[in-house]
């Protein structure tokens, strides 16, 4: 069955750094575009960046382009977050997703306070 396990997250300081990692297995993770969302305290959860399958092309949120950087390893089927000079209103639980398969994983809180 597909599995989508997110981890890396913590607790950390106002632009200091994070790296979030998801692990995929079930599914051909190679073949698919993969997403990483986040919902933050009392708003809907939205969409952060992709990366495509065939040229890992990328796309990001405006709030986060330039400060955040997906990748993925394909031979560990594994996708990542680059997170850098965080601020406070990055704190949100962060998921990632693959395309054309609703399921989402369990989440990894991210949390940016002083």
């Known amino acids: 069955q597909v599995q989508l396990v997110e981890s890396g997250g913590r607790t950390v300081q106002p632009g200091e750094s994070l790296k979030l990692s998801c692990s995929a297995s079930?599914?051909?993770?190679?073949?698919?575009?993969m997403y990483w969302y986040r919902r933050a305290p009392g708003k809907e959860r939205e969409w952060v960046a992709t990366?495509?399958?065939?040229?890992?092309?990328?796309d990001y949120h405006a709030s986060v382009k330039g400060r955040f950087i997906i990748s993925r390893d394909n031979a560990k089927n594994t996708v990542y977050l680059q997170m850098d000079n965080l601020r406070a209103d990055d704190t949100a639980v962060y998921y990632c997703?693959?395309?054309?398969?609703?399921?989402w994983g369990q989440g990894t809180q991210v949390t940016v306070s002083s």
């Open positions: 990366i495509r399958s065939i040229d890992s092309s990328v």
């Open positions: 997703k693959a395309r054309d398969l609703d399921f």
């Open positions: 079930g599914f051909s993770f190679s073949t698919h575009w």
